[in-house]
């Protein structure tokens, strides 16, 4: 029985089919170029996409990937280069993948149960909620978490002054 490559190979010139061949080990070996390279797991993040121009682009599943990817950009070049002399690699483009089948749905977030007296100490003082806050202060066991509490607060209210924006709590 024939393998498809020998079917090919009698359809398609000579010529033609040692470049596929080649662009199709280029493309399998994306592994083993990682790995040569020290970031072995990449590989399961990315994927070569193309090679246009002698430029490879390379689509990373995160924008994480791509940095990493960024930093052993010219150990990726020289490596291809070193396994594919023939396809002429100048440079190499990093892009984030899209996700498939389009943008994910949101999933709902679990609502809070607040208890009554709880809720109370939300309200704003214009009766809209707001984020939860203490109240008594002394709730508050301990004195240290008290004191750098209290400086928060004070804080966010005096950058709130100085935005011109109403102040919460206290008027």
């Not at 080990?25 to 121009?53: D, K, M, N």
């Not at 704003?124 to 400086?151: A, H, M």
Request: proline letters at 5%; charged letters at 35%.
């Amino acid at each position: 029985m024939k393998r498809a490559g020998e079917y090919l190979a009698a359809i398609i010139d000579a010529n033609l089919y040692s470049k596929a061949k080649v662009y199709s080990g280029f493309f399998s070996s994306w592994g083993q170029i990682t790995q040569g390279c020290g970031i072995a797991a990449a590989a399961g993040h990315s994927r070569v996409r193309e090679l246009e121009q002698g430029i490879l682009v390379v689509e990373a599943d995160h924008p994480g990937w791509v940095q990493i990817l960024q930093t052993k950009a010219p150990q990726i070049i020289s490596a291809a280069r070193r396994r594919f002399p023939e396809l002429d690699i100048r440079g190499i483009s990093f892009t984030l993948s899209r996700p498939r089948g389009g943008v994910p749905e949101k999933a709902e977030s679990p609502k809070k149960e607040i208890p009554p007296e709880r809720e109370a100490a939300r309200k704003d003082t214009d009766g809209r909620p707001g984020e939860d806050r203490i109240e008594n202060w002394e709730q508050i066991g301990d004195s240290e978490l008290k004191d750098s509490l209290k400086r928060l607060e004070q804080s966010i209210e005096n950058r709130d002054k100085s935005a011109g924006r109403r102040t919460r709590g206290k008027k």
